[in-house]
């Protein structure tokens, strides 16, 4: 499936500084439909290049982490059990700043 | 701070980053002649400051940072108007209006307390979005006991900026850095100005940071 993923407020840091990400995303075995729960394992194998614990904590994002999808709160829809089309744009951004 | 954190170490750095920032924006807001300071504190950063106070016992700020606006009674008095909005609001807001902002956070920070406080508001949020208006409404809520001793407010005696002890946390800072007594200012004041008064007399040799005079704040 392919996906746009970006990367904002300083997590881009993560991955090699490359904020825009179109990648193309296997389905895991025994599944029909990607859903988030899926892609943030497979963001977390992929693309996070250092320090994991920035992006993510246990199953879900790290507090602090808002996450888009095609520009809507993934609270909105469903957080992990969104399910993800072809073409979505998932955006990941850190409200953690400053000291 | 670099240079500072090279002398101090990794720990204490918010102590002396947020007084000598606080003072420089007060006394570059005395040069400027403004009339009011507004910062951009959010209701995560309230939050964390309440939680902050009270894991550390600090009455006196607990008492005084849930207000909305301070130094009402002084020549520049300094606002908070994003008190009650959420930093996700705000992320949101700049994400959806593409507006550019600084997004890096302070090297010295993860060994901060405040990093504590604010993974455990964070945790707190997830679970219940409102706890972190709520822990504002508490802490705006709190009374302290008239029996309290609380600071008064006086003049630094070295350069004349406000103070409740006989030097402001600046001069004390300072002087410490360049006395090379990194621990100096830090840590539960039992006397602590009595003895900067007795290291004074004998005097360095080195180079020494200057302290200006605020000969233009009339706190």
Redo the contacts between chains.
């Keep these: 499936m392919q996906l746009t993923l970006e990367f904002?407020?300083?997590l881009e840091l993560l991955c090699e500084s490359v904020k825009v990400h179109n990648v193309n995303v296997d389905l895991p075995k025994g599944v029909d439909k990607l859903t988030m729960r899926n892609l943030l394992s497979w963001v977390r194998t992929n693309l996070i290049k250092e320090r994991p614990e920035m992006f993510m904590k246990g199953e879900s994002v790290?507090?602090?982490v808002?996450v888009?999808v095609n520009?809507c709160?993934w609270e909105l829809c469903g957080q992990l059990e969104t399910t993800l089309e072809e073409k979505v744009v998932v955006?990941f951004?850190?409200?953690?700043?400053?000291? | 701070m670099d240079e500072i954190v090279k002398m101090i170490g990794l720990k204490n750095n918010?102590t002396f980053?947020g007084v000598f920032r606080r003072q420089a924006l007060d006394r570059g807001a005395a040069l400027l002649k403004v009339d009011k300071v507004a910062t951009g504190h959010n209701a995560d950063d309230i939050a964390e400051t309440v939680l902050l106070n009270i894991l550390r016992g600090d009455i006196a700020r607990l008492s005084r940072c849930t207000s909305i606006t301070t130094g009402e009674d002084g020549p520049i008095p300094r606002c908070k108007p994003f008190k009650y909005t959420y930093?996700?609001e705000?992320?949101?807001y700049a994400?959806?209006k593409k507006l550019d902002y600084?997004?890096?956070?302070?090297i010295?920070?993860p060994n901060?307390y405040?990093g504590f406080a604010?993974?455990f508001i964070?945790?707190l949020?997830?679970i219940r979005p409102r706890a972190i208006l709520d822990i504002i409404k508490s802490g705006e809520n709190f009374r302290i006991s008239t029996s309290t001793k609380m600071p008064e407010q006086g003049t630094c005696e070295r350069c004349g900026y406000i103070s409740s002890q006989k030097w402001c946390k600046a001069c004390v800072l300072l002087e410490g850095l360049n006395r090379g007594l990194p621990k100096l200012g830090i840590g539960r004041s039992r006397g602590l100005n009595s003895d900067v008064k007795k290291d004074i007399k004998q005097g360095g040799g080195t180079e020494s940071i200057e302290s200006k005079q605020c000969g233009s704040l009339d706190f």
């Design positions: 904002g407020g300083g790290r507090p602090g808002l888009l520009d709160d955006v951004i850190s409200t953690l700043h400053g000291g | 918010c980053c930093e996700k705000i992320v949101m994400y959806f600084f997004s890096t956070e302070c010295y920070s901060a405040r604010r993974e964070k945790d949020e997830r």
